[in-house]
DNA sequence: CTGAAAGCGCTTACAG
DNA sequence: CTGAAAGCGCTTACAG
């Protein structure tokens, strides 16, 4: 009778050793056929690989690791706003992908904009042994890597800086590409342009902000608190604020900072039928962008090409580069489809 | 002077015996401490966390995991058709939140529907062994996990079933979802309905298929093959398929089975200016569809709720239920916004 | 080219 | 309550 798996049935993995035996070798041989040393005399290589077959072996690569030189686990870790975000889950996917070509896997996690959470997730990738993490970060104080630089890990960071300068960042021209928005509305005939932002205390919220002064500054017009709101983290916050803002004061355009904030406004826009009326930039690219009418315009960062140089990046850190950590900005670009370019109205 | 770390300098990391030969006991009492055994003199506690934040050392949860009954690497794996799809990344954070609050982080990667990367990818996580998977598989053959249970890891499928029927699935109610969203389309007056789907041989599509032909036969309605296209499976793909559908046949309603059909038939139905006149239900819910205008009427399902209910049975599984495999189907719900309740013009 | 011994950083099993 | 020995499944360093 044939040795059937009972189904549920505990079995134990096979070893090295198990292969080892069944092939009549070292376990060293059976190593060596495991990481393609090429010096095995053809002979051992078949009987090793048709006993592991038999067998059902497949390697420990956690156990292969703790003695291995370095102690590399080919795991990366790869920490987020929140996985579920369009963009962050793009930036996800450039990771994976350049990854995954080396081999290595990722590990992911959501901060949610949480201090203590970043420090602790921190922690756990580094209790895990991970050669390196891509981190957008949340805090602003991030002395704590040194230790784990010194210790092997490489950093690189996305969106927003190490405080103080101590890995590599890759962020997009978030000042620059605000003040490109902001002026094409401007370009447009527009005077009265809101500000739509998330806290302050986010990097990119305050360079972007800057940006929108600069434009404004740059044409000479004067800023108008009235027009400002800051501090919104989600689409419906921003759709309320849009709200209020529209009602109290009279702009007649808004930048909107970021892609929720932009779907909220989107939302407000249509509910109070100013869509038409009030001309909308937004700062990153939302779906279906081009299906609303009229579609929005945006300055658009390219997720996957940050995701793609930060790991890029990361993997020459693994490699021993250790020269000084350098700021790495990716251009964003407009596109016109429709929201910034709206005709104004006659003056009365 | 202060032995002030050097940076770029490479330094070894500290392990238990550095901490346990620094504060005078056993590694056996450093592992205890570190492990939350309760039975440490409180002296000793005190000596051992003293001596590990001085050295900053850091337990090594690779290792530990090598000697553990069991072997539990407190990780699992969950590969899905691609991180960066909407519905996909939500299935993924709420899979992060279930395992995070029982300390477990998540490994994932996408398949893209491609059969030899799921056996691969599957075999990597084995490789580093994962306590778990959960998986959006794009094979139909998935003989290959029972050697992995018996070796005690846990599956759990999500979306399609394992074949055979080896695991848990947790689903929506394709086949319902779809008949009701259909019939909803008959009861607003529609007599041709149009299906758009993705490849007959991926399970949702095929369950979609049927529920909306049994929503016509009940309603006694033929079903006409030039209303159908299968085999879509991108948004650009859609577009041009509802593009030509639309010049070809004459449907006064569409079924797209899934979010990037939708957003690619939404595109055409703009473009070709016939959004007010031909009425549209999608299966899933898709991003802005309150924004667009009509408001897009899609059934959707709960991808949070499959995220968190295969992480639960994920668990149990991996807590020793040894069950025959069940089939859980989560329910859809219908979101009236308009594009489904569009006027019929009247007869000419 | 091959393999026996030692060791990676922990936990288990056991003795005191 | 505490710790010395053995072992998890591999790789390193070394001898033949």
Same mark, same amino acid.
């Given at each position: 009778m044939v040795n059937q798996a009972h189904?549920?049935?505990?079995?134990?993995?096979?070893?090295?050793?198990?292969?080892?035996?069944?092939?009549?070798?070292?376990?060293?041989?059976?190593?060596?056929v495991f990481n393609d040393v090429p010096t095995v005399a053809p002979d051992l290589v078949t009987r090793v690989r048709t006993a592991a077959e038999k067998l059902g072996y497949r390697p420990n690569l956690t156990a292969a690791s703790l003695r291995r030189s370095g102690g590399r686990t080919n795991t990366i870790g790869l920490l987020l706003e929140d996985v579920?975000?369009?963009?962050?889950?793009?930036?996800?996917?450039?990771?994976?992908?350049?990854?995954?070509?080396?081999?290595?896997?990722?590990?992911?996690?959501?901060?949610?904009?949480?201090h203590d959470r970043e420090r602790e997730l921190t922690r756990t990738l580094i209790d895990r042994r991970v050669d390196g993490i891509i981190i957008m970060p949340s805090s602003d104080d991030h002395r704590y890597i040194v230790a784990e630089?010194?210790?092997?890990?490489?950093?690189?960071?996305?969106?927003?800086?190490?405080?103080?300068l101590l890995a590599d960042l890759v962020v997009s021209d978030n000042r620059g590409g605000a003040r490109r928005a902001v002026q094409h509305l401007l370009d447009n005939?527009?005077?009265?342009?809101?500000?739509?932002?998330?806290?302050?205390?986010?990097y990119t919220a305050q360079q972007r902000f800057a940006g929108f002064c600069d434009a404004l500054a740059e044409t000479g017009i004067d800023s108008r608190p009235e027009l400002v709101r800051h501090g919104l983290r989600t689409a419906s916050q921003a759709r309320d604020a849009a709200?209020?803002?529209?009602?109290?004061?009279?702009?007649?355009?808004?930048?909107?900072?970021?892609?929720?904030?932009?779907?909220?406004?989107?939302?407000?826009?249509?509910?109070?039928?100013?869509?038409?009326?009030?001309?909308?930039?937004?700062?990153?690219?939302? +779906?279906?962008?081009?299906?609303?009418?009229?579609?929005?315009?945006?300055?658009?960062?390219?997720?996957?090409?940050?995701?793609?140089?930060a790991a890029r990046l990361l993997?020459?850190?693994?490699?021993?580069?250790?020269?000084?950590?350098?700021?790495?900005?990716? +251009?964003?670009?407009?596109?016109?489809?429709?929201?910034?370019?709206?005709?104004?109205?006659?003056? +009365?």
């Open positions: 189904p549920g049935e505990r079995r134990d993995r096979p070893t090295m050793h198990d292969v080892a035996a069944l092939a009549g070798v070292g376990i060293k041989t059976v190593s060596r579920s975000n369009p963009y962050s889950s793009l930036v996800h996917r450039a990771v994976e992908d350049y990854a995954r070509a080396r081999n290595v896997l990722v590990l992911a996690g959501s901060l949610d904009e949480d630089q010194q210790a092997g890990v490489s950093f690189v960071f996305i969106d927003r800086p190490p405080s103080p005939g527009r005077r009265a342009v809101a500000f739509l932002g998330d806290d302050l205390g986010v709200r209020e803002l529209l009602t109290s004061a009279a702009p007649d355009a808004i930048f909107s900072s970021q892609n929720l904030i932009t779907i909220g406004v989107l939302e407000t826009l249509h509910r109070m039928d100013l869509h038409r009326t009030v001309a909308l930039v937004g700062f990153d690219d939302v +779906p279906l962008a081009d299906v609303v009418d009229p579609g929005v315009t945006v300055m658009a960062q390219g997720p996957t090409g940050i995701g793609t140089e993997f020459k850190r693994m490699a021993g580069d250790a020269s000084p950590p350098a700021v790495y900005t990716l +251009p964003t670009h407009l596109i016109v489809r429709g929201s910034g370019e709206l005709p104004v109205p006659a003056a +009365p």
